[in-house]
Structure formats: C-alpha cells, structure tokens
C-alpha cells in the first residue's frame, strides 16, 4: 500500500512545491503589462492613435490590414519589441529587407507619424513596440472586428535581424506543418494558427503570391484542384501571365474585403481561400475542423481571436529596464 501511495505522493509534493510557484511565476511575469500602464503618464496615446488611424484609413481603405500585419511580424521575430520598425544600420541587417517584408510589409510611415505625435506629448514615454500593439487592435476595431484587452508597458529592442525575420516568419508556399511549428516555438497552438490566421479576412497580397496556383500548379501544367474556378477567372483579370502583374494586387477577402468577419472561413470551405496557405487549413481535419467551427459561429471566432492576439501581442515582450523607450521607431536612441 504504501509503496503505491508513495509515488502519488511524491508528484503531489512535486505539483506543490515546484509547478505551483512556477506557474505564479509566470503569471507574474506577464502582469508586468498592464493596461493602465500610461494611464497617468500618456492620457492623450489612445486619441491619438485612434485619430491618425482613421484619418490615414480614409486616404488609403488597406492601411488597417497593413498594421495588423505589421504587430504579427514583429512578434514573430525576436518578440514583440518593434524590432520590424528599424532601418538597417552599420551593425545590423533590418527586419524591413526580409524575403516576407520586402516590397511588402507597409504602415511604417504611420506608426513613425503616431509616434512622433505622442512624443510631443509625453516624450520618451510610449514604447514603439506597444503603439505597434495598440495601432493593430485599433485596426481590427476600425474594420469591424472584436475589441480586445492590450496589457502595455512593453519596452523597445536594441537591434533588429533580417536572418530571423527570414527564418520565423511562415510564408505562403510552406507546408502546413512547417507553418504550425512556426507558430508553436512561440507557445501558440494549433487553433491560434487557424483563429489568427483568419486576419486574412482583411487587406491584400500580391499576384507573385498568387500567380502559383493559376497556371501551373507544381509544375502540372494545370492550376491548383484546390481553387474555385469563379474565383480564379476573377483572378486572372489582375494577376494575368506576365510578369508586369506580379506587384499587382488582389483581396485576401473577395467577398467582404475591408470587413474584419468570418468570410475568410466561408471562402475555405468554397475553395476560395487567396493563399495556398490559406486553401491548406482544408486540407488537415484537425484545421479543417477549426474552419468550419468558426464559419458557422461569428461570434466564437471574434472571442478566440480576442483571446488569440493577446497570446501573440506576449511574445517575448521586454519589460522593466530591458530594452529601451524609442525617440523615433526607425532608429535606435544612442
Ligand atoms: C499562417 C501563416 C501566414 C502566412 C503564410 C501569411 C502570408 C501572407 C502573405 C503572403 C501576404 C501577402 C503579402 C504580399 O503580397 O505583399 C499576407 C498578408 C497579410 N497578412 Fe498574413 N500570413 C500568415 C498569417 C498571418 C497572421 C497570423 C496575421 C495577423 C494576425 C496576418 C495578417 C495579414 C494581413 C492583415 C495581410 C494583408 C496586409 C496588407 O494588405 O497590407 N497574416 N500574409
Ligand atoms: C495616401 O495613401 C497613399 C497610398 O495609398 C500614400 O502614398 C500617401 O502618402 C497617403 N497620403 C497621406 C496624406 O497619408
């Protein structure tokens, strides 16, 4: 009896002593953000940002998109410590020159201007990287999407990397699993791949992203099985066979292509999805089962993507004295 109670006993004391203050730990570590952070020292920040996003929205309809995209690529290089935001210096590659970002990542100019602005009221005060933070919820908020919590306090890199850049972030041509594991080594699962990736129900991508699945689909001579013929006719207007369209570009979303909705999902399910990228969360049941739970359910896909960027707006953020407050996101304070 005893010999049996024993080992039970010895996890439970392991549970205890170990696991418990680790998990507070890390609880702890987390609330080093907090949504009040600039209460008192920057009122005017969510003004702000709310201001020029709207003002800037209505010159350019696809700048909300571009934000959203802009908080997912720095996350996911190195955290989230708007190390995406820097020009390329003597000491380091940027993030900007990337095989993902190059000729396509966009909004640098905004967040330059938001910043600027929210320097001439609370200098050296609001980190690039949390008006990054703020700027993408406030995105999906203008177009239609779920509000969500954004803890601050998060604190800026001191260096960027173009081979990081390279190696994290997943691109279009990628198989599932490569483009899961990219989203695993930052703690998020399965469903926050699929949940986040419905993102893709706003802005748009260019045909050399595209132009792969109309033609000659891995070199079969056919297009991809997997893309609505309707859609793809659709497609050819923009993105015909020559290399002039390549920097043309087309919807993620044909259907509702500035609303923050779940018609990202109803379009996988008609083989609609833009991407190969997007087409393949079919392809796998356990993601598949995901599509079609949240192409039925609008309002639990809006609350799983609340609770999905908070996970990724975590990242590897830098708090306390780490890092430091930018004066201009696109350099480094020396
Ligand atoms: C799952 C893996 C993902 C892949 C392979 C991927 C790939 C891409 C590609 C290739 C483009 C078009 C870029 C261009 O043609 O210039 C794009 C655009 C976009 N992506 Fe993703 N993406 C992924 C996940 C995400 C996530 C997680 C988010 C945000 C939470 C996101 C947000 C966006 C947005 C909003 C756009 C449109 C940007 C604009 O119009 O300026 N993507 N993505
Ligand atoms: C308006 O948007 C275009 C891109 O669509 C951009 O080139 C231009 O600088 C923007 N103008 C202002 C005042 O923001």
Known sequence: MVHKIFPQLTILLFVIFCLVPLACYCQLDNNDLQEEF???????????????????SKNDSRMAASLLRLHFHDCFVNGCEASV????????????????????????????????????????????????????????LQSGGPYYPVAVGRRDGLTASE??????????????????AKFTVHGLDLKDMVVLSGAHTIGFAQCDKVKGRL????????????IDSSLRSRLLRTCPDVE????????????????????????????????????????NPDTAKLVNDYSN???????????????????????????????????VNY
């Open 297 to 331: 359910d609008p309002g639990l896909y809006e609350s799983e993507f609340a609770a999905s960027m908070v996970k990724m707006g975590n990242i590897g953020v830098l708090t306390g004295e780490a890092g430091q407050i930018r004066k201009k996101c696109n350099l």
């Open 85 to 140: 935001l820097l020009d390329e210096t003597e000491d380091f590659k940027g993030e900007k020159n990337s095989l993902g970002n190059h000729n396509s990542l966009r909004g640098f100019e905004l967040i330059d201007a938001i910043k600027e602005e929210v320097e001439s009221y609370c200098p050296s005060t609001v980190s690039c990287a949390d008006i990054l933070a703020l700027a993408a919820r406030e995105a999906v």
């Open 244 to 283: 002039t369209s390549d920097s043309n570009v087309v919807a993620l979303d044909y259907k509702t292509t500035y609303a923050f909705d779940n018609a990202y999902y109803h379009n996988l399910i008609n083989k609609a999805g833009l991407l190969q990228s997007d087409q393949a969360l079919i392809g």
């Open 215 to 226: 033609f000659s689909f891995k070199d079969s001579g056919k297009p991809d099985p997997d």
């Open 38 to 56: 600039y209460d008192k020292s920057c009122p005017m920040l969510y003004d702000i940002i709310e201001w020029y996003i709207d003002a800037a």
């Open 163 to 180: 081979e990081d850049a390279n190696a994290h972030l997943p691109s279009f041509f990628e198989p599932l699993d490569d483009i899961t």
